[in-house]
C-alpha cells in the first residue's frame, strides 16, 4: 500500500478521534455557554454502556431486527422502483396511468404512513418493512425515470439497426445506461430507510434498535440513547458504503473523471507540448459515434 491511502486513512482517524475528544472535553467540563453540554453523557458513559449492551443479547437481536427490515423493505424497494422507473420512463400509457397517482402519494411523508401500515397490515413487522420500502422507493423510482430518459437516443437506434427489439434495447442500452442515475437513486434511498425504519420502530415496533433508544429515552438513560444513534449511523454508513462499492463495481466501464481520490495526476515536464486531440474517426464522413 502507497503513502498517500496510508496517510488519508490516518486523515480520517485523527478527525474522528479530534471529534471524540471535543466531545469528551465539552461534556467533560460541564461546558454551558449557549448550548448545554452538561446534560450530554461523555464519551466514557456511551463507550460503558456500550460494553454494558454488546454483553447481552438484547443489543444483537435488535440489530438483526433492523437490519432484517432494512434489507427486506430496501430490496423491494429496488426491484420495484427500477422497475417503474423504466416503465413510466419508456411507456406513454404508463406514465398517464401511473403519473398522477405516484407523484400524488410522492409527498407525503413514509413516517406518515404509519396508521395507513396499522390498518392493512395484520402485524407491525410487515408494516415497518411496508414503512421502510416506501421511504426508498420513490428516491429509486425518480433517479431511474430521469436516467433513463437522458439517454441518447442514437443507441437504441443503432440496435433496432441490427435488428434488436425491445428486451434487446432493454438489456443492452436502457438498464446499462441507467446504471448511474439508478444507483444515485439507490444511495440516497437507503439513508432514507434507516431515517424511516427507525421511526417506525419507535412508533410501533417491538424490537429494534429505533425501538430500544426510544425506551432507553423514556426512562432517562441517555448513554442508552447516544449508543443507538452511535449504531444507526455506523449501520447507515456500512449500507451506503456497500452500495456505492456495488454501483462502481457494476459500472467499471464507464469513463472515470481525471481525479480519482488517492492518485496522483501525472506530472507535466517543463516546456512539452501537450497532445493535440484526437478527432472521432469517421468513415466515408459518417462520425463514428453513429457505430457501435
Do not use: K
Not at 466531545?23 to 463507550?47: C, E, H, K, M
Not at 449492551?53 to 444483537?60: H, I, L, S
Not at 425504519?197 to 424490537?207: H, L, N, P, R, T
Amino acid at each position: 500500500m502507497s503513502r498517500r491511502p496510508l496517510a488519508r486513512y490516518a486523515l480520517r482517524a485523527a478527525s474522528l478521534a479530534a471529534a471524540l475528544g471535543l466531545w469528551q472535553l465539552l461534556t467533560g467540563l460541564d461546558i454551558d455557554l449557549w448550548l448545554r453540554f452538561s446534560q450530554f453523557p461523555t464519551v466514557t458513559d456511551v463507550a460503558h454502556a456500550f460494553a454494558d449492551r454488546a454483553v447481552g443479547g438484547d443489543y444483537w437481536t435488535d440489530l438483526t431486527d433492523s437490519l432484517t427490515r432494512i434489507l427486506l423493505g430496501f430490496a423491494l424497494a429496488a426491484v420495484l422502483g427500477v422497475a417503474t422507473g423504466v416503465l413510466v420512463a419508456r411507456s406513454r400509457l404508463a406514465q398517464d396511468l401511473l403519473g398522477p397517482i405516484l407523484e400524488v402519494v410522492r409527498p407525503v411523508p413514509a413516517i406518515a404512513l404509519v396508521p395507513v401500515a396499522i390498518l392493512l397490515f395484520p402485524s407491525n413487522e410487515q408494516g415497518i418493512v411496508f414503512i421502510t420500502c416506501t421511504a426508498a422507493f420513490f428516491p429509486v423510482l425518480v433517479s431511474t425515470r430521469h436516467a433513463v430518459r437522458a439517454l441518447t437516443p442514437v443507441w437504441e437506434e443503432a440496435v433496432r439497426t441490427m435488428g434488436g427489439g425491445r428486451w434487446r434495447i432493454l438489456g443492452s442500452v436502457v438498464l446499462p445506461g441507467a446504471l448511474p442515475g439508478i444507483f444515485g437513486g439507490l444511495s440516497v434511498g437507503i439513508g432514507v430507510s434507516w431515517i424511516c425504519v427507525i421511526s417506525a420502530e419507535m412508533i410501533s415496533g417491538q424490537y429494534g434498535v429505533g425501538y430500544r433508544t426510544w425506551q432507553d429515552y423514556t426512562v432517562v438513560d441517555y448513554p442508552g440513547v447516544f449508543v443507538g444513534m452511535v449504531t444507526i449511523g455506523v449501520l447507515g454508513w456500512v449500507t451506503s458504503t456497500l452500495v456505492e462499492l456495488l454501483g462502481r463495481r457494476l459500472t467499471r466501464w464507464l469513463p472515470r473523471p481525471s481525479y480519482v481520490p488517492g492518485v496522483r495526476a501525472p506530472r507535466r515536464v517543463r516546456g512539452a507540448t501537450p497532445p493535440a486531440p484526437i478527432s472521432p474517426r469517421t468513415e466515408e464522413g459518417v462520425p463514428h459515434d453513429q457505430f457501435v
